[in-house]
């Protein structure tokens, strides 16, 4: 009898390009590392866990941003930021994710008294321990850091500097997040033209919870390498009577572009921006060969893994390894690590794992 898709998964190097290390916290950590007087919603790690996924399974974009506040509070200091860091490398290896850009916002992270860069350096050594741990235990795993503005603030030149300035110390890329509707990319039009200046990379969160204009000025205006989420890129592709797409102009820059797609199907489910992992836009982005990512957003908040979304997604569409195979190449391609670096990830890692898997393309 055939390993069922799960195990296969689990067993498969997968690369993740979107997830945030304020969402993927261990309930038990946070229970840890509380500081006095901060109220948390539950005692025990169990409970915590659920009350994250409920909290965070509203339908509002604003209402799921709310629930960060206690994961945040607890990483304030360079010590747990090191902590959370180490575990967030450990738990991406144990899924067997192979590589992985893991982003967070500096600017949130300074109420102990950290200045901007010791917040860096604090994440940049606790990737590192998790780098050595996880080679050291046979399952080895490249993480980089992305530093993201917050799109309601006013720190995105100064976060854009520090991405430049840490470009050699593992920061690959930059990204703004937050509420989107009121908030739109080209409120920091001035960070993303200093970075395409200094040949930085970026992604910008565009079309979760606001439709195609985010999209639009996101790409056209900003001049964004990926979107984060764009799962409403499906607002400009309709399908005739007789089944056949038809591309809006912007769709078809995205597609003709190569411009990719890092869609989490958990979350998008939880803000509201689809109704359902079955009818999320994914399945038809994917059969109009967009360069579709796979991703986790927030573990925590969606008690999620990159595993756990491959195989929801295969109890969906009925997708297999050749799929995942596919979505991993996309992601790794798409990645803001050197090319020769991909390359060799795909070369001596992906394409192989998956030829014994038995998934040849
Ligand atoms: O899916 C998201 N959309 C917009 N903002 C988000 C999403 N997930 C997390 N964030 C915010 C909350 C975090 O505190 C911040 C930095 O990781 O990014
Ligand atoms: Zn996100």
Redesign the pocket.
């Known amino acids: 009898m055939s390993e069922p898709i799960g195990e296969q998964i689990r067993r498969a190097p997968k690369v993740l390009l979107h997830d ?4 993927g916290l261990r309930p038990q950590t946070i229970l840890d590392l509380a500081p006095e007087g901060h109220l948390l919603p539950a005692g025990d790690a169990g409970s915590l866990g659920r009350w994250f996924e409920e909290a965070a399974s509203s339908g509002s ?1 604003e209402r799921y ?1 709310e629930t ?1 506040d206690h994961t ?1 509070a607890v990483m304030q200091t360079a010590d747990n930021l090191r902590r959370v860091a180490r575990e967030c490398v450990a738990d991406l290896a144990e899924d067997g994710v192979v590589y992985a850009e893991v ?3 500096p600017e ?1 992270h300074l109420e102990g008294g950290l200045a901007l860069t010791e917040v860096v350096e604090a994440v940049r050594d606790g990737f590192a321990e998790g780098e050595q741990q996880a080679r050291d235990d046979g399952s080895p795993i490249v993480v980089r850091q992305l530093l ?1 503005a917050m799109r309601h603030q006013a720190r995105s030149q100064e976060i854009a500097e520090l991405t430049v300035a840490y470009r050699d110390q593992g920061v690959v890329g930059f990204d703004i ?2 509420a ?1 509707a009121g908030y739109p990319p080209t409120r920091h039009l001035d960070a993303f033209e200093y970075l395409q200046r200094e040949n930085a990379h970026f992604t910008i ?1 565009a079309g ?1 919870a606001f439709g195609l204009p985010s999209i639009w000025q996101a790409i056209q205006w900003c001049g964004a390498d990926r979107l984060g ?1 764009g799962v409403r890129i499906i607002d400009d592709i309709s399908v005739g009577p007789d089944g056949s797409p038809r591309l809006g102009l912007l769709a078809s820059y995205v597609r003709d572009k190569r411009i990719p797609l890092e869609m989490c199907p958990s ?1 998008n489910v939880q803000t509201g921006a689809a109704t359902s992992i079955a009818e999320h836009p994914i399945a038809l982005l994917t059969k109009l060969r967009f360069r579709v990512t796979v991703n986790t ?2 573990r925590l908040m969606s008690g999620t893994s990159m595993s756990r979304e491959m195989t929801l997604l295969a109890d969906a569409f009925g997708y297999g390894m050749a799929d995942f195979r596919w979505f991993t190449i996309n992601a790794m391609k798409s990645a803001f690590l050197p090319f020769d670096e991909r390359l060799a990830l795909i070369d001596e890692v992906i394409k192989p794992a998956y030829a014994v898997l038995g998934a040849m393309s």
Do not use: C, I
């Open positions: 945030h290390l304020d969402g974009l941003l960060f945040v982003r967070y916002a949130q993201t997040a937050g989107e969160h979760e989420h979350s957003d927030n």
